[in-house]
Each structure stands twice: as structure tokens, then as C-alpha cells.
């Protein structure tokens, strides 16, 4: 199948590549930079695309046809609240930009990235825990105000201009490849760098929980959620959940492999607070019933698997050595 992502440059791109080229689709990549040393033996193609240039979007999909989009991407909710118009320009209008040019260019498939960024505590009190998919939405970050807007969007899409947007709200992702800008970071920094520098000191509270999910479950769910029936979805935009441990509970998990890693908890006020905005854990029941979601790792079971790799590409060069 042709396949477009955008935002392939990001950590949800370097493993969704592979994925996808390994199923043998037929790929292109964009994103506003070149293809990092980190995705180079990826493969499938690479274009430079900006998704607030509607003109560049619009010729990319006309010149593509694809049948199939991802679309990653945006400016993650600690950087958008560091460069607000820039988080509504890449997220928002970009976004708009990618539905527009699915509707003119009749791309039958466009799969939305939303996240746990879209919850914040209710009028009426805080978040329940589990928080379901259909509780009122009140972000607290610009991320999370344009994926509102997004899952509105891409639902309006689907009713109008059939448009079969459908999405997945990410928890806080963790793997091997470099995150860029978000507050759930420190819990994939945890890992890293227990391996590469021998601990590390979160910018969170030790008893800091949101929901977390390893890389691969994430990847799967965008496969399985793009693929399945249209008639199997009662909803656009589905939570998917897998675990939701304290950062303290992360470091047990790690020590467990690297038992000298050392950890310490130093929070910093505006990433804290982006953390206690958003759930503790996520119903994914609706994900579950609909489309048969499931995920494989648990919290030791993505540190087995995590560490090894991260040592592997440590050795490689594939991991910066600061950040
Ligand atoms: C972020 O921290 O901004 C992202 C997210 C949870 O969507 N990783």
C-alpha cells in the first residue's frame, strides 16, 4: 500500500518506518528536516515537507496519492509552552493543512497522533482514575488545546468529507530513539541514562505517575488501529493504555538491570505541572472491545527489552552523548 507519514523525523517515526517498509508498503517520509543518522537504514523515501505550507502539503499528497497517512507531526507540550504560535502553527494548522490536502487529493485513510495531552482536571474536580475517553477536555497546554482540536477536526472529517480519520490518544512514550520536547521525557531519560552516564536526576517527583508505553505496543496500535474495519470503530479517537508505575517504581525497575544506577528527583515547576494535569491511567476499554488492542509489555518487561537496546546503540553512536 502507499503510505505517507508526516513528522517522520521524530521517536514515533524511526520505529513506524521499520514497521511499515518491513511489511513492504510502499513509504515516503517527510518531515521539515532531513532524514536523521538515526532513521538512515530505515528505508523507503524522504521529502522535506513543512505541514504549514498548505501549498507544499497539498502538491506532496497530489505527486504521493497515498492511500494510507500518519500524521506525527507536532510540537510536543513542553516546548509548545515555550514557543506557544509555534506549537499552534506545526499542530494546528498543520493539521488542518494535512485533512485539507486528504480531502482535495481523496486519500481514503489519515491516522491522528493525539494524546493524554488532552485531559486536564475537570471544572468539577480532578480526573477520575482510570479517566475514560469521554470526559470533558481541559488541557492545560497548547499541545494538548491543538490535539483537542485535532480529534474534532478529525471527526469532522469523517462525518463530512468521509475522510476516514481515525486516532489513538499516545500515553507517554519510551524507547530507544531521542524524544523532543515533551514532559513524559524524563521517564525514557530514567533509562538512558542510568546506561549511558550511571543515573539520572528526574525533573519530576518521585511519586510522579502518568500513563506510560513502550515503543513497540505503540507502533502496533497505529498498525492495528489503521488497518482495522471501519465498521469495528464506534469512535474516531480511542485512549490506549499500558502501565502507569511512579517515576520511583520506574527506577526500582531499572535498578533491577543496572543495579548501581542512581536516581534522584529534582522537579522543575512548569514540567510538574504539565504531569499532574494529565491522568494517572487511562479506561482503554472502548480500544480493547473495538479493535481488539492489547498491549505486550509491562514495566519490567519493557526494561528487560529496553536496556539491552539502548546499550546496543549506545555502541553504535546511535544515542547522543548529552542532551
Ligand atoms: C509529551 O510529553 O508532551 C508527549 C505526550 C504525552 O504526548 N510525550
Not at 63 to 72: A, I, K, S, W, Y
Amino acid at each position: 500500500m502507499k503510505i505517507l507519514i508526516t513528522g517522520a523525523g521524530g521517536q514515533i517515526g524511526h520505529d513506524l518506518i521499520g514497521a511499515l517498509v518491513a511489511a513492504g508498503h510502499d513509504l515516503t517520509s517527510t518531515d521539515l528536516a532531513p532524514r536523521p543518522p538515526s532513521h538512515a537504514h530505515a528505508g523507503g523515501t524522504w521529502h522535506r515537507l513543512d505541514v504549514t505550507d498548505a501549498v507544499a502539503v497539498r502538491d506532496l499528497f497530489y505527486e504521493v496519492q497515498p492511500e494510507l497517512v500518519f500524521h506525527l507531526a507536532a510540537i510536543l507540550s513542553a516546548r509548545g509552552e515555550q514557543d506557544p504560535k509555534l506549537a499552534y502553527d506545526v499542530n494546528q494548522t498543520g493539521t488542518w493543512n494535512v485533512l485539507e490536502a486528504c480531502r482535495k487529493g481523496k486519500v481514503a485513510r489519515l491516522v491522528f497522533t493525539s494524546s493524554i495531552a488532552v485531559f486536564g482536571p475537570t471544572p468539577s474536580g480532578p480526573l477520575p482514575d482510570p479517566t475514560p475517553d469521554d470526559v470533558p477536555l481541559h488541557p492545560t497546554t497548547m499541545y494538548g488545546v491543538t490535539k483537542v482540536s485535532g480529534e474534532l477536526l478529525c471527526s469532522y472529517y469523517r462525518q463530512r468529507h468521509g475522510v476516514d480519520c481515525r486516532g489513538v490518544r499516545f500515553p507517554g512514550l519510551i524507547s530507544a530513539a531521542m524524544p523532543g520536547g515533551g514532559s513524559s521525557d524524563y521517564a525514557l531519560f530514567m533509562y538512558v541514562d542510568a546506561v549511558r552516564k550511571g543515573g539520572y536526576e528526574a525533573f519530576a517527583r518521585a511519586d510522579t505517575r502518568i500513563p506510560l508505553m513502550y515503543m513497540p505496543d505503540a507502533v502496533r496500535a497505529l498498525l492495528e488501529l489503521a488497518f482495522a474495519a471501519r465498521g469495528r470503530l464506534s469512535r474516531a479517537i480511542y485512549n490506549i493504555a499500558a502501565f502507569s508505575p511512579r517515576a520511583d517504581q520506574i527506577a526500582s525497575s531499572v535498578q533491577r538491570v543496572v543495579p548501581d544506577a542512581k536516581f534522584s528527583y529534582s522537579p522543575d515547576p512548569a514540567r510538574q505541572a504539565i504531569l499532574d494535569s494529565w491522568p494517572k491511567s487511562l479506561d482503554d476499554s472502548a480500544a480493547r472491545r473495538d479493535w481488539a488492542w492489547q498491549p505486550k509489555y509491562d514495566l519490567d518487561g519493557m526494561t528487560d527489552d529496553l536496556i539491552p537496546r539502548i546499550k546496543r546503540m549506545l555502541e553504535l553512536g546511535a544515542i547522543l552523548s548529552s542532551h
